[in-house]
């Protein structure tokens, strides 16, 4: 399967931007795969792991503008207890966007251990929307970031140039963000102008080690 979708405007905010917010140039695998997510109306994001993308980019590079937009920034203390006024925490900071993004997007669920696939549930959602339970607006990236529309590729869409995993390549992407710790595996990628398998990335969540727990000693009592 295969699908095209345009974002007028979106950004990809770098896993270490803080005051200035830095966005990677094209979508990260991990964004496109929670934005699938969306599609179906999944919460879940392990519900489809081993899935495979391949991303690629359609038309020109798309422009990146900065703007001045107001951020919240805070910690949580007990002091305010989850109340933060705007007007307090709230300060104006550069941010940088991306306009005029159209990619397309190829889906391989054939690794998948679920009896209903990923590609089954877009065919779903795509065919006949009824069917899905879903919440919110469709976005690519951030929530505000809503696409124009998605539907499967057509030739007449124009060239793609794919993202290919490259140990060399210039162009690093977050493949899994852990929610609770930010830390995450990243993959590196070049451009090529035809698919081979090399383009496409699994979607999997990487194993936590558990850490050894420390056993107190108890001392004995001097006699």
Known sequence: MQLYLECPCTSFPRSFARDYKETYRYPPPSTVYGFLLSLVGEVDLTAHVKT???IGVLGNEPPISR???KQRHHKFSRDHLGTYPTSKFS??????????LRIAVRI????EQNSVKLE????????TPSQIARFGGLSLGESWAMVNGVRLYRPDDGTVRWLVKDSRGLIGLPVWIDRTTSQGTFQRFSFRDDFNEDCFVSIVAPIVEAKPSKTKTTRKPKH
């Open 120 to 127: 089954d549930r877009i065919a779903i959602a795509l065919s």
């Open 108 to 111: 391989d669920s054939s690794e």
């Open 52 to 54: 495979k993308l391949a």
């Open 91 to 100: 300060k104006p900071n550069h941010h940088e966007v991306l306009t005029d």
């Open 67 to 69: 703007i001045v937009r």
